[in-house]
């Protein structure tokens, strides 16, 4: 898929190609599907190798185990499905089969957040990476725009054990470009900056990133920092941005508690304490709706993070 910056792409169709090109690489990868290949786009990957493409079913449990089953063989199962049903009806098989045993199995948390077609709170999952990233042996990984999806993809399969990626069902923003490097555990400087810095992840990297960049017209300069990889989490980068802009704001499609404000709080809280403002859901469920009008309602939308950042400077 030719992406160039800017171009609007739906990171679960990146996923779907990354992982058709992961089979035509590695023999060993497979599939698992629980009745959702058309939506997290592994349906690429069913056509291109069907003798490796496993149908499931509506059993995201058994899906789970199966996968455990087969990476004990060699195999390199990727587990695809959508991250509320991962991170809730098949935790305990996650948690059991495959983090206890440190198995080499890769999990698509598919339609991560709030964009999940106006489903609605059933399938709005706003806990999964508080979920995943308190798992032992579990590396949690929030990719922010559909190029970075398949660096990341190969990066997780790549790796020694669990690994879990969140993808977005709708299409985001393209900020990345061929120079970009994804390495597990680190995080990325996209906009320099002194007043404050602003850590994104997920697909609010490319909120936060705008927002840095109309702050700069307006004299106010900042630091935005993608953080990617939520588990390890970049300690480094936090406890430098604490320390020389003295002020953090996170943004991120997720609830306030558990994700990547959690995450980050803890750093600070232990190494370097300075005042942070958390952006994300709060503590209720979603709605079915417009996307971005979500958005703007819990907060969390280009508008709002600029409205934080002044609201930092101004405290300062």
């Not at 698992?32 to 496993?54: I, L």
């Not at 393209?174 to 906009?191: C, K, M, P, Q, T």
Request: charged residues 20%; aromatic residues 8%; glycine residues 8%.
């Amino acid at each position: 898929m030719a992406m160039n910056v800017g171009d609007m792409v739906a990171p679960r169709a990146a996923f779907g190609e990354a992982m058709v090109e992961l089979g035509k690489q590695n023999a060993e990868v497979v599939v698992f599907d629980a009745d959702v290949c058309a939506s997290t786009q592994t349906v690429a990957f069913k056509k291109a190798y069907p003798g490796r493409f496993y149908q499931m079913g509506i059993a995201e449990q058994n899906m789970v185990s199966a996968a455990a089953g087969m990476s004990t063989l060699g195999f390199v199962p990727w587990v695809s499905t959508f991250a509320v049903f991962l991170a809730k009806r098949a935790v305990d098989q996650v948690r059991v089969s495959v983090a206890y045993p440190q198995l080499n199995v890769k999990l698509n948390g598919a339609y991560g957040g709030i964009p999940t077609g106006k489903a609605g709170a059933t399938h709005q999952s706003v806990e999964d990476i508080a979920v995943m990233r308190c798992m032992p042996n579990m590396t949690v990984i929030c990719p922010g725009d559909p190029y970075e999806t398949q660096l990341a993809v190969h990066a997780a399969t790549a790796f020694k054990g669990p690994v879990y990626v969140r993808t977005i069902r709708c299409p985001v923003p393209v900020i990345f470009d061929a120079a970009h490097r994804f390495e597990i555990g680190r995080s990325y400087r996209l906009h320099e900056g002194s007043r404050l810095t602003i850590i994104g992840t997920d697909m609010m990297t490319p909120k936060a990133l705008t927002a840095a960049r109309e702050l700069d017209k307006e004299g106010i300069a900042v630091r935005m920092i993608h953080m990617p990889t939520i588990k390890p989490i970049d300690e480094a980068a936090i406890v430098a941005a604490s320390r020389e802009t003295g002020r953090v704001i996170t943004v991120e499609n997720h609830s306030r508690l558990g994700g990547l404000g959690g995450a980050v709080a803890e750093v600070l809280t232990e190494y370097a304490p300075c005042r942070l403002t958390r952006l994300g859901f709060p503590d209720c469920f979603g709605e079915s709706g417009d996307n971005e009008a979500i958005f703007s309602k819990f907060g969390v939308n280009v508008e709002n993070i600029i409205a934080a950042a002044k609201q930092a400077v101004a405290d300062q």
